[in-house]
């Protein structure tokens, strides 16, 4: 199993990213994918995620309104559109997956990608 993050970059306040994250490897049961991300001396947080086998999504509140999590099954790509970014945002980015459920506790995920850093700045 592999994720790959990739489209992170440098940007200002109020500007967008889209967050690509390409899987491969996987059997038909990792249905789950999610995102998370890690600013220097915090916790990993849990951002948004999507369960294809039941088409459930969730976001968190820090996010929610700015942020869209969407799959692209035929490409075995997930995203993270990211609008209306700030500064509190910066961090290293990563997808993930697990067997059952969405869930933004990061110890339930069994694989991971490398990480995409993300920088908002002016």
């Known amino acids: 199993v592999q994720l790959v993050e990739s489209g992170g970059g440098l940007v200002q306040p109020g500007g967008s990213l889209r967050l690509s994250c390409?899987?491969?490897g996987f059997t038909l049961d990792y249905q789950v994918i999610g995102w998370f991300r890690q600013a220097p001396g915090k916790e990993r947080e849990g951002l948004s995620c999507t369960n294809d086998g039941v088409g459930t999504i969730?976001?968190?509140d820090s996010v929610k309104g700015r942020f869209t999590i969407s799959r692209d099954n035929a490409k075995n790509t997930v995203y993270l559109q990211m609008n209306s970014l700030k500064p509190e945002d910066t961090a290293v980015?990563?997808?993930?997956?697990q067997l059952y459920y969405c869930s933004d506790d990061a110890s339930q995920y069994d694989y991971w990608g490398q990480g995409t850093q993300v920088t908002v700045s002016s």
């Open 93 to 97: 980015y990563y997808c993930a997956t």
């Open 22 to 24: 390409a899987y491969s």
């Open 58 to 60: 969730y976001y968190a």
